[in-house]
């Protein structure tokens, strides 16, 4: 979500970290994740938990806010999330606070790993309708959250910069008409609870389906569009319905929700010329749509 560098941490200094601060759990083995995130570097502590150190500053508003309201949200949730365990303190050469919580079982979502993607559809939906009921009593969208729950005008300039840049790239006439529907869709309730980051990384899956959800570090309460981004980098068809259908999201939200997986799609793209998986989702997604936004069958 920003340029900065990502250094390295080796578990030898988590360790230490750990042995000093948190004598109680000193010994057990520290290990790297089998897939790591971008914002967190993250490790397995013993069996039961793991330790999550932001990779840059901006990242940092990150722990404080997941160690207050993760506890808040847990109880009221039908699938598990993480459970903050410590607060650890910057020392030696790591410069920022940083986290232990628990351990959750299960695979990164993909599409090998479950039984069914029409199931799985409508378990993450539930899940975010769950979210959305929980009182919105916590921090409002900005840049803890990269504001995600916030107003998409926020990254207008950075999309239409993407849109010139892609010129002879993508149809950028039709992509500029499915921005702009859906800046003309402003979100008009209630806030409510967001994850912010949706994502298969973020997704657990266990026996085939959806285990468990993980990773909100850029949770808010605002406008839920942001998180129905994986109708479209996900999911397709009758799963991509199913999970719309359990939502009972309205035509306004579906097109902030479009506008959301356009601007990071023409992030990546305007990004990283070239051929890559990375890329080939961008450009579907990015097809997938402007379809939709010109009325063709889903």
């Known amino acids: 979500m920003t340029g900065n560098d990502r250094p390295a941490i080796e578990p030898t200094l988590v360790g230490r970290m750990i042995a000093t601060q948190f004598p ?92 069914d993607l029409g199931r799985f559809a409508i378990s993450l939906a539930e899940f975010l309708v769950a979210l959305q009921r929980i009182p919105a009593v916590g921090p409002p969208a900005g840049p803890h959250s990269f504001f995600r729950g916030g107003p998409l005008g926020v990254y207008d300039t950075e999309t239409r ?45 266990r026996e085939g389906r959806l285990g468990a959800v993980i990773d909100f570090g850029a949770c808010a309460v605002g406008d839920p569009a942001c998180d129905l981004v994986i109708a479209w980098t996900f999911l397709a068809g ?26 990071k799609a023409l992030l990546v793209l305007a990004a990283n010329a070239g051929k890559g998986p990375d890329q080939e989702l961008a450009r579907r997604v990015i097809a997938e749509i402007s379809a939709e936004h010109r009325g063709r069958p889903r």
């Open 161 to 205: 910069q993407c849109l010139d840049a892609l010129r002879g790239t993508i149809d950028v006439a039709e992509a500029g008409a499915v921005w702009s529907a859906a800046l003309a869709a402003p979100w008009r309730s209630p806030a409510v609870w967001v994850h912010g980051d949706v994502a298969t990384g973020n997704l657990l899956v």
């Open 24 to 115: 109680q759990w000193a010994g057990l083995p520290v290990r790297p994740v089998d897939v790591d995130g971008w914002d967190n570097h993250t490790f397995r502590l013993g069996t039961a938990m793991k330790v999550r150190l932001p990779s840059a500053a901006a990242y940092v508003a990150q722990v404080t806010k997941e160690d207050r309201w993760l506890p808040h949200l847990a109880p009221l949730l039908p699938l598990p999330i993480p459970v903050p365990l410590a607060l650890g303190a910057a020392a030696e050469d790591y410069p920022w606070p940083w986290s232990v919580q628990s351990w959750l079982e299960g695979e990164t979502a993909s599409r090998e790993r479950i039984l």
């Open 238 to 263: 009758e799963s991509r319905e199913a999970f719309r259908r359990t939502l009972t999201a309205d035509e306004a939200t579906w097109a902030r929700a479009r506008g959301w997986a356009l601007w």
